[in-house]
């Protein structure tokens, strides 16, 4: 069987290095992509335009929005003369929240009554307009238990809060969108360079009319399968570990766990990826035609159905189900929990089950559909 793989593998090899089309697919893609999409998709809000309708202009309310202006997320943008001119702003997107305080800001503040201060937020992008709103409050919040505390002091009385917490964060704890969504990218990439470097491989044997030659070959069209997949697989794992370099040195993403369920875990998402574009090959008659197939099997379930960027848990019972057809999504589990967390084999097993089950399936239907293409 090693006398007939060796000389498809090195055959292979060479195909890949004078078409520098699938070369560039398999070494410098996954890397620009990487590169691209890390810093274009970014869940952070910061640097919130703020617009201010200040209708007491004191002391105690410009203190006021001083304290939203030194906690780190709001930038001042222009004072405001009217509600009106709040709303035409957001409309126009010269700001994206506006603060309005009241003309009796300070005398109910002296008087120990509420105050009710209003935030207009421009709602148009539903995550970011919920983040803005818990900024706002927090920053209200802090100031007035900061009120509440002075008033304490002048009683006589000290520094009493009923309830303290101390939150931490595990895993992320600056909060960084970007350590979120490496781990993401890296399925992702993987995902589209693997099924569309095989596909057009194979399909490159039919345009060029040398199925028949194979048919009549002794070669068995598994061997054909294996040595065609091998370099592949070799390929991808190296531009597996450079895109982790690149994302280790962009953006931060260290592996915390352990590296050789990292690489088998990698390893079986490629095989994953090889069998799809085996199967597309099997479909496919032209170069053309697999590309579009391998782009849309790649690119689609792995950016909806993967919880790379929507998370799976918020989808229907019957869109939840619909998402094992994605092997990204049992990868990705696998790879945050090896990445992010730096946890054991325990905590990720079953996906490590499930993305066999999925190869196991995959690969036989490509294989039986490969053997009638050449039978």
């Given at each position: 069987?090693?006398?007939?793989?060796?000389?498809?593998?090195?055959?292979?090899?060479?195909?890949?290095?004078?078409?520098?089309?699938?070369?560039?697919?398999?070494?410098?893609?996954?890397?620009?992509?990487?590169?691209?999409?890390?810093?274009?998709?970014?869940?952070?809000?910061?640097?919130?335009?703020?617009?201010?309708?200040?209708?007491?202009?004191?002391?105690?309310?410009?203190?006021?929005?001083?304290?939203?202006?030194?906690?780190?997320?709001?930038?001042?943008?222009?004072?405001?003369?009217?509600?009106?001119?709040?709303?035409?702003?957001?409309?126009?997107?010269?700001?994206?929240?506006?603060?309005?305080?009241?003309?009796?800001?300070?005398?109910?503040?002296?008087?120990?009554?509420?105050?009710?201060?209003?935030?207009?937020?421009?709602?148009?992008?539903?995550?970011?307009?919920?983040?803005?709103?818990?900024?706002?409050?927090?920053?209200?919040?802090?100031?007035?238990?900061?009120?509440?505390?002075?008033?304490?002091?002048?009683?006589?009385?000290?520094?009493?809060?009923?309830?303290?917490?101390?939150?931490?964060?595990?895993?992320?704890?600056?909060?960084?969108?970007?350590?979120?969504?490496?781990?993401?990218?890296?399925?992702?990439?993987?995902?589209?360079?693997?099924?569309?470097?095989?596909?057009?491989?194979?399909?490159?044997?039919?345009?060029?009319?040398?199925?028949?030659?194979?048919?009549?070959?002794?070669?068995?069209?598994?061997?054909?399968?294996?040595?065609?997949?091998?370099?592949?697989?070799?390929?991808?794992?190296?531009?597996?570990?450079?895109?982790?370099?690149?994302?280790?040195?962009?953006?931060?993403?260290?592996?915390?766990?352990?590296?050789?369920?990292?690489?088998?875990?990698?390893?079986?998402?490629?095989?994953?990826?090889?069998?799809?574009?085996l199967l597309v090959s099997t479909i496919a008659d032209t170069q053309q035609v697999a590309f579009q197939l391998a782009a849309l099997l790649s690119m689609l379930p792995t950016i909806i159905?993967?919880?790379?960027?929507?998370?799976?848990?918020?989808?229907?019972?019957?869109?939840?189900?619909?998402?094992?057809?994605?092997?990204?999504?049992?990868?990705?589990?696998?790879?945050?929990?090896?990445?992010?967390?730096?946890?054991?084999?325990?905590?990720?097993?079953?996906?490590?089950?499930?993305?066999?089950?999925?190869?196991?399936?995959?690969?036989?239907?490509?294989?039986?559909?490969?053997?009638?293409?050449?039978?």
């Amino acid at each position: 069987m090693f006398q007939q793989l060796l000389p498809i593998i090195k055959k292979e090899f060479r195909h890949i290095r004078r078409d520098k089309r699938v070369l560039a697919i398999l070494t410098f893609v996954p890397m620009g992509l990487l590169i691209l999409n890390g810093y274009a998709l970014n869940y952070d809000v910061n640097h919130i335009k703020l617009g201010v309708y200040d209708q007491e202009k004191s002391e105690r309310s410009r203190e006021f929005v001083n304290s939203f202006l030194t906690s780190g997320y709001f930038d001042y943008v222009e004072s405001l003369t009217s509600s009106a001119q709040a709303t035409t702003m957001i409309d126009d997107g010269d700001i994206r929240a506006a603060l309005v305080i009241p003309p009796d800001f300070s005398h109910k503040i002296l008087s120990n009554d509420p105050v009710d201060v209003q935030i207009l937020v421009d709602g148009m992008d539903a995550n970011a307009a919920t983040t803005i709103i818990g900024y706002a409050q927090v920053v209200t919040l802090e100031y007035s238990q900061k009120i509440v505390l002075n008033e304490l002091a002048k009683m006589g009385r000290g520094n009493y809060i009923p309830i303290q917490y101390d939150a931490r964060i595990w895993y992320n704890p600056e909060l960084k969108s970007a350590k979120f969504l490496v781990p993401g990218l890296i399925g992702f990439i993987l995902a589209i360079t693997a099924i569309i470097a095989t596909s057009l491989s194979i399909v490159k044997e039919k345009e060029l009319n040398t199925m028949e030659q194979i048919d009549v070959s002794p070669i068995r069209p598994i061997n054909l399968i294996i040595g065609k997949m091998v370099p592949y697989a070799l390929i991808s794992l190296v531009a597996a570990a450079l895109v982790l370099v690149t994302g280790y040195f962009l953006f931060g993403v260290v592996i915390k766990g352990n590296y050789f369920y990292l690489f088998c875990a990698t390893l079986l998402f490629i095989i994953a990826g090889l069998s799809i574009g085996l199967l597309v090959s099997t479909i496919a008659d032209t170069q053309q035609v697999a590309f579009q197939l391998a782009a849309l099997l790649s690119m689609l379930p792995t950016i909806i159905l993967s919880g790379f960027m929507f998370p799976i848990r918020s989808m229907p019972w019957w869109l939840q189900i619909l998402t094992n057809i994605s092997p990204a999504k049992f990868y990705l589990v696998i790879l945050r929990s090896i990445v992010l967390k730096g946890v054991g084999l325990s905590a990720f097993w079953d996906q490590l089950v499930y993305l066999m089950i999925f190869i196991s399936v995959v690969l036989l239907i490509s294989v039986r559909r490969f053997k009638k293409t050449i039978g």
